[in-house]
């Protein structure tokens, strides 16, 4: 199932996510991860967070095989209940996008290393070192389990570049090649 992209402007892409029990009755876990990849493909996307379906839960999805001409560079996995032990190293500026704002590409620092706590979607436990641009994605990621957005990262000056952008995002004036919910 393709769900629609929370559009920027919602407010669930700005609350801080809750956790979950692998063995939640609410939903089928393993289900809700292969939607959500099949979500993120159909928007050719390299990860999601599930505040970016609506659901206010502490998951997310990457899959940064596809940033690397060899695929054996990156990976593709599910992050339930992360926690983001360290962030580590010089930072350095990538063009980052979000599929909850599309169109606007701008630079974000980030440091290169991170150490991840997480559970798989099987409930196994790990906490694990990532780099270069697989950390940058799970951050990203991550952020939206703060209810931080990468545009929370650019200086006053960025922001108000992008505003009336984003304004038009958020009342539904934008062509996305994807099923986007913009806030009512």
Request: charged residues 25%; proline residues 4%; hydrophobic residues 40%.
């Amino acid at each position: 199932m393709i769900y629609p992209i929370v559009a920027y402007g919602d407010t669930v892409l700005k609350k801080v996510a809750e956790g979950i029990s692998p063995q939640s009755d609410d939903f089928d876990l393993k289900k809700l991860v292969a939607d959500m990849y099949e979500t993120m493909y159909n928007a050719n996307g390299v990860g999601l967070a599930a505040p970016q379906i609506g659901m206010s839960i502490r998951l997310f999805i990457i899959d940064s095989t596809l940033m690397h001409e060899d695929e054996t560079q990156g990976i593709k996995r599910a992050f339930i209940n992360p926690t983001l032990i360290s962030e580590t190293g010089e930072e350095w500026a990538y063009e980052e996008g979000c599929l909850s704002i599309p169109d606007i590409l701008d630079k974000v620092y980030r440091k290169p290393d991170i150490v991840m706590h997480y559970f798989d979607e099987d409930g196994n436990e790990h906490e694990e070192a990532f780099t270069g641009l697989t950390a940058r994605v799970m951050q990203h990621e991550y952020d939206h389990l703060e209810g931080v957005l990468f545009t929370d990262h650019l200086s006053m000056m960025k922001k108000a570049a992008w505003r009336n952008r984003l304004n038009n995002i958020s009342r539904g004036n934008v062509k996305a090649k994807y099923p986007m919910r913009f806030p009512k």
